[in-house]
């Protein structure tokens, strides 16, 4: 298994970004061929210190290996939600991808 973990910060003078970058990723991405598991949403709140509140929208994808994660990043829906929506809503991302022993 391979996880591709997104996290974006979003344009705080667009209140509307984060509903918009998750109604994008919904159309665009979701669908995309090979997704395993697909889950999107805003932060969390929690009391505890040690959880990073600063970020506005995560996206956790998982595949069955990173083949399948490549030709992802590479597929035209991806393309079109990274240049129509990803750049139009957010400031920031930071990517984490790992994959299963």
Known sequence: MFSH??????DPSNPDAADE?????????????GILHFHAGKMASSHRSVVDQT?????????????????YQEHPSHHEFV????????????????ESA
């Open 83 to 98: 240049h129509g929506v990803f750049k139009k809503t957010c400031r920031k991302v930071v990517v984490y991808n790992f």
């Open 55 to 71: 970020y506005q929208v995560a996206l956790n994808i998982v595949f069955p290996d990173k083949k399948t994660e490549h030709e």
């Open 21 to 33: 970058l998750l109604a994008g990723m919904e159309k665009y991405l979701r669908p995309v061929p």
């Open 5 to 10: 973990i997104v996290i974006f910060w979003t």
